[in-house]
Nanobody, 124 residues
Framework: QVQLVESGGGLVQAGGSLRLSCAASVRTFSDYLVAWFRQASGKEREFVGGINRSGVSMTYADSVKGRFTIARDTAKNTVALQMNSLKPEDTAVYYC?????????????????WGQGTQVTVSS
């Protein structure tokens, strides 16, 4: 069983930055690819980006490409989401998710393990 815990959310002004972290309880976290999703109030859960098992291949949604970066630290069993140039429309609860699939998927149903989420609020 994989337990994921997100941290680093908060309130930031537009144009600012935040760094989210996803920590895993399992020793073999590198066996899982990890993705970040977000869900704004009243909207469906949306794919933000993902990183493969080795950490060398990342995929991003068009809405965040060039502003967000995902990286994993195998030694620390963590995956980070660095968010720069934040916009009010980035406001949402952000979740990390993990799966044993080989390729990053944008579909929430492909991920078996989820964190509890962390709120990100971007003020204008």
């Amino acid at each position: 069983q994989v337990q994921l815990v997100e941290s680093g959310g908060g309130l930031v002004q537009a144009g600012g930055s935040l760094r989210l972290s996803c920590a895993a309880s399992v020793r073999t976290f590198s066996d899982y690819l990890v993705a970040w999703f977000r869900q704004a109030s009243g909207k469906e859960r949306e794919f933000v980006g993902g990183i493969n098992r080795s950490g060398v291949s990342m995929t991003y949604a068009d809405s965040v490409k060039g502003r967000f970066t995902i990286a994993r630290d195998t030694a620390k069993n963590t995956v980070a989401l660095q968010m720069n140039s934040l916009k009010p429309e980035d406001t949402a609860v952000y979740y990390c998710a993990a799966t044993r699939l080989k390729w990053v998927s944008g579909r929430p149903n492909d991920y078996a393990y989820w964190g509890q989420g962390t709120q990100v609020t971007v003020s204008s």
